[in-house]
């Protein structure tokens, strides 16, 4: 039966029916197939359960806060902030480009958010240089996958509501140091790359326009804190940090910097809706579907196929890696967690592995599928600000990408990276 409902599901995709379409089409066939049309009642309830997670109504609170912020003008003050620190050095806007990924990644929590947000005013000034523009694209969608990694993480929020195993505070804490890895191999690759093409230096600051930038971007520097302060002090729940955040990006972008119009808050609450929509739409239909692989067996049936293959953890451990990041070249970040998960992370925790360190590896990998050619959302954002051709960027993320890979085989095969800060916090029981 599921080799059926596998053939419906990529022919589905082959035509070209959204994803979210296609993932709950093709769980309804596999309920027709299963027991008819009487079968098919349990769609309605199927569907209402993906979308009923209390946890899920966190999700529109941190999308409307990153869209206030952005609209606020917060990104130009990180970016100098991050400039005055990073600019001295050789390949100066190359660093401060990841640099800024990094601070920018606990405002949003999103990778295409992140590529348009930096890229917009980066990668002109990067071409403006004379860096080239296949490098500034491919530095900035490479950079911009840590957004999803360092909390607060929206495809993080998504996980959560899927497993009771792990909770949405632990994967917040989780994520810290795995993004901190992640983006110091980026910095690696932009250092060696720099000096090799002899990049310009950005003009050496005085401590006192330092503390001038940094005044700046105070307001913007505070809202991760804000939340993950909140969050990882039990203080707030994450829906009421969600809201806390949105509240906070509000009073900042009106009253500290005045730079929110109603136009802008309106626009804010509108792309909130819209996006919030696809996120729950995709859950409700993935949530059929998933009910037909666990129906059918398939999680056990694939376990003990990789058991029959090799008893070595690492062994399994790498072939799922290559399995997502296959998957990560062929489909975005959501609906690759959505299909995934449920069919692999049960398969990993009968294994024997810690789930919450598996959920990060998951996380970390899915995530480097968004620069990763063919199908690089992030890379294809930042080609198209950077008006470069495709295939150029393509060329020049391949070292980001191999960076991304090696940090992405430390998380995975050191487990104190991930589970450091939950276990600190005493929310790892792995």
Known sequence: MMITVLFVFFILIFIGVPIAYTIGLAGIWGLFLRGGLDFLSIVPSRLLAGMSDFILISIPLFILCSELLNRSGMTDKIINFALSIMGRYRGGLSHVNIGTSMLFAGLTGTAVTDTAAVGNILIPAMKEKGYGAGYSAAVTAASSVIGPIIPPSLIMIV??????????????????????????????????????????????????????????????????????????????????????????????????????????????????????????????AANILGWVVAYTGLTTILAEFFIGLTDSRIVILLMVNVLFLIVGMFLDIGPSVVILAPIVTPIMVRLGFDPL??????????????????????????????????????????????????????????????????????????
């Open 357 to 430: 360190h598996f959920a990060m590896v998951m996380m970390v990998n899915v995530n480097i599928g968004n620069s990763t050619p063919p199908m690089g959302m992030t890379l294809m954002v930042a080609s198209q600000i950077g008006k470069v051709p495709y295939e150029r960027a393509m060329l020049e993320v391949i070292p980001f990408l191999g960076a991304q890979i090696a940090g992405l085989m430390l998380i995975s095969y050191i487990p104190e990276i991930t589970l450091w800060v939950p276990r600190l916090l005493g929310l790892s029981w792995g």
């Open 159 to 284: 996980y959560a509501s899927m497993f009771a195993e792990v909770s949405v505070i632990s994967m917040f804490a989780a994520g810290i140091v795995p993004g901190v890895v992640i983006g110091l191999s980026l910095l690696a690759v932009s250092i060696i790359v720099s000096i090799r093409r002899n990049y310009p230096k950005e003009r050496k600051q005085s401590l006192r326009e330092i503390l001038t930038s940094f005044r700046g971007a105070v307001w913007a520097l505070l809202t991760p804190l804000i939340i993950l302060g909140a969050i990882l002090s039990g203080l707030t729940t994450i829906t009421e940090a969600g809201a806390i955040a949105a509240l906070y990006a509000l009073l900042v972008g009106t009253i500290v910097y005045r730079s929110l119009s109603f136009r802008d808050i309106k626009d804010s609450l509108i792309n909130t809706v819209n996006l919030s929509g696809i996120v729950f739409f995709l859950l409700g």
